[in-house]
């Protein structure tokens, strides 16, 4: 069983900065295409970035340029630095992750973090 576990969420002033974190833990997998996901009150789930198992990436238009999304293969991990925050930021945000080994293959969601940037 696959387990992703998001963390530094928080609250921050517009303009400022948080680097998400997701951790893989409870089985022995690999990850093909991990990806960030946000939710803000009463709107549906979008697509923030997503990075490939060598390293490509691709943005979401309204956070290109402010968001760098990277990943540690060895720690099964994936991570989102947030910079010059908007209030439009405020969401939950998701780590997902595409498992490719035999006995984990399928695709993965955390529990999500709260950012909150203030104006």
């Known amino acids: 069983q696959v387990q992703l576990v998001e963390s530094g969420g928080g609250l921050v002033q517009a303009g400022g900065s948080l680097r998400l974190s997701c951790a893989a833990s409870?089985?022995?997998?690999?990850?093909?295409?991990m990806r960030w996901y946000r939710q803000a009150p009463g709107k549906q789930r979008e697509l923030v970035a997503i990075?490939?198992?060598?390293?490509?990436?691709n943005y979401a238009g309204s956070v290109k340029g402010r968001f760098t999304i990277s990943r540690d293969n060895a720690k099964n991990q994936v991570y989102l630095q947030m910079n010059s925050l908007k209030p439009e930021d405020t969401a939950v945000y998701f780590c997902?992750?595409?498992?490719?080994?035999?006995?984990?293959?399928?695709?993965?969601w955390g529990q999500g973090t709260q950012v909150t940037v203030s104006s």
């Open positions: 409870g089985s022995t997998f690999t990850f093909d295409f």
């Open positions: 990075i490939s198992r060598g390293g490509n990436t």
């Open positions: 997902n992750a595409d498992g490719i080994s035999p006995s984990t293959r399928g695709n993965y």
